[in-house]
């Protein structure tokens, strides 16, 4: 059984920084796209950041020049770097990884969500 397991999220103040780590566990074959999404009360969930196996990044334009995504294929783990965070950037936080294991096809899986709140 794969597992993505999120941690980072907390209460911040405008301007701060704030950093997310998403890692990945289970009889894992291989990881594809790894990326961060977000979904603010009533919104739908949108794309903030996606890096590929071999590190291309991809940035939702309200978050480029601000936030960072890497990963450490080593640890199976992904990172978002969050800076010059602005209340707009309140969300719950979510991983996703295309996973391939030994019994099953490259799937989706997705993190249980980590809340970052921007507030004075």
């Known amino acids: 059984q794969v597992q993505l397991v999120e941690s980072g999220g907390g209460l911040v103040q405008p301007g701060g920084s704030l950093r997310l780590s998403c890692s990945a566990s289970?009889?894992?074959?291989?990881?594809?796209?790894m990326g961060w999404y977000r979904q603010a009360p009533g919104n739908q969930r949108e794309l903030v950041a996606t890096?590929?196996?071999?590190?291309?990044?991809n940035y939702a334009d309200s978050v480029k020049g601000r936030f960072t995504i890497s990963r450490d294929n080593g640890k199976n783990t992904v990172y978002l770097q969050m800076s010059s965070l602005i209340t707009e950037d309140t969300a719950v936080y979510y991983c996703?990884?295309?996973?391939?294991?030994?019994?099953?096809?490259?799937?989706?899986?997705w993190g249980q969500g980590t809340q970052v709140t921007v507030s004075s």
């Open positions: 996703n990884a295309r996973i391939r294991t030994s019994l099953t096809p490259a799937s989706d899986y």
């Open positions: 289970g009889i894992i074959f291989s990881i594809g796209v």
């Open positions: 890096i590929s196996s071999g590190g291309s990044t």
